[in-house]
């Protein structure tokens, strides 16, 4: 029997002896070594085939092997899974590499590859991870949400899924919502709150969730709850005084909210309604619920109601309105400058101005000097100076 050593001789020999030559002979011998040796991270589809190649060299061939996270060791084709079943779930073919079929969760660690022979061993470290196949939101059926009028409301996009998704929400004008606004804000667990919700808030939101692995949409309807009107966040009667100038527009606004949508009506002084929208005149009720009042007279002073009504109930607003005449600069009848002759030694000089209200009628002196000598005014629009 022979055995391996790192050097044999041998001798040839003829078989009438006459000749003889000597050989020397070198049996080459390596450990075993794994090609690209290295700890290796992996993620694997959850459901799906993997395979990770282990290629070891040495002299001998070393003999290959795999150690599964749950510390079980294996080296042929054929191994058994826990209920004892003979399975092909784990397959080593003969150039080492591991073949696992069907990944699950729990197939989940660290797997090791062995190649040894008599010179000594190698190992190689791969760490498997198990991820979603896709990205999947918890509920893709259609979520409704209520809200009411002037409260936030929040509307949530649950996920699952190993790779962390971005949210991104899409309003049902389908446009997309920044991070945060004064309407809008998204939390960091993707949740969207409406700060304030208004009637135009209500309809059908959509959540897209977006990673490597792909997206997922999920639709959630935003309904607002039945409420009686409110006009400027107040319901009931309210009332307010408004100044405005004559011959000049005035603009009296009427911001109702109500669900359902509250029908708007304007009351002038003079008892006539006025359904929004409303077009005629000089009076214009537009679709918001304002009033607009151009080329306004001192008649047009008074109350003014705006109501909003719904099948809950109505609020309306009260508003005193008061025309001011434009202010008009004083004028003289005929503008000019009269030179009138005095004495030195006269007791008093009398100066007179017509057509001037009373309210604006005044006179001014050119010489501070003088100011120390007594004045009055017999009558309107008259001046006296006592010497």
Avoid at 62 to 69: A, G, K, R, T
Avoid at 75 to 97: K, P
Wanted: aromatic fraction near 6%; charged fraction near 25%.
């Amino acid at each position: 029997k022979i055995l391996l050593y790192d050097k044999l001789y041998f001798i040839s020999s003829r078989a009438n002896g006459e000749d003889m030559e000597l050989f020397q002979v070198e049996v080459l011998m390596k450990p075993p070594k794994i090609e690209n040796l290295e700890t290796a991270s992996k993620k694997v589809v959850y459901g799906a085939n993997f395979q990770v190649d282990c290629v070891a060299s040495g002299l001998p061939d070393p003999e290959v092997s795999w150690s599964l996270p749950d510390g079980t060791t294996i080296g042929n084709a054929l191994q058994s899974d826990d209920s004892g079943v003979r399975s092909r779930r784990y397959v080593i073919f003969g150039n080492g590499t591991l073949l696992l079929r069907q990944m699950e969760k729990a197939d989940e660690g660290n797997y090791t590859c062995y190649a040894k022979n008599e010179l000594g061993e190698d190992e190689m470290r791969v760490n498997v991870r198990v991820v979603q196949d896709s990205l999947r939101i918890l509920s893709k059926n259609q979520v409704s949400v209520k809200g009411r009028l002037g409260e936030p409301a929040y509307m949530k996009c649950d996920t699952s899924g190993d790779l962390p998704p971005t949210i991104i929400w899409l309003s049902p004008n389908n446009n997309v919502i920044a991070s945060s606004s004064n309407r809008y804000q998204i939390l960091e667990d993707g949740t969207l709150v409406i700060r304030k919700v208004g009637v135009d808030d209500q309809g059908k939101y959509a959540c897209v969730s977006r990673n490597s692995a792909g997206d997922e949409i999920k639709n959630v309807k935003l309904e607002v709850e039945a409420q009686e009107p409110q006009i400027g966040g107040k319901g009931g009667k309210t009332s307010m005084k408004v100044l405005a100038v004559s011959y000049q527009t005035k603009l009296l606004h009427c911001k109702a909210e109500g669900m359902p949508n509250p029908r708007i009506t304007w009351t002038t002084p003079q008892g006539i309604s006025m359904l929004a929208p409303y077009h005629g005149g000089r009076f214009q009720v537009h679709q918001n619920g304002s009033l607009e009042l151009r080329g306004l007279r001192k008649t047009d002073e008074g109350r003014f109601v705006c109501q909003a009504k719904n099948d809950l109930g109505e609020a309306s607003l009260e508003m005193e309105l008061e025309v001011a005449s434009l202010a008009e600069k004083p004028s003289f009848a005929m503008p000019n400058i009269e030179v009138l002759p005095l004495k030195v030694d006269a007791h008093e000089i009398t100066l007179e101005m017509h057509d001037c209200p009373s309210e604006a009628a005044g006179f001014g002196l050119r010489e501070a000097s003088q100011t120390e000598q007594p004045f009055r005014r017999p009558g309107e629009g008259s001046f006296v100076r006592r010497k």
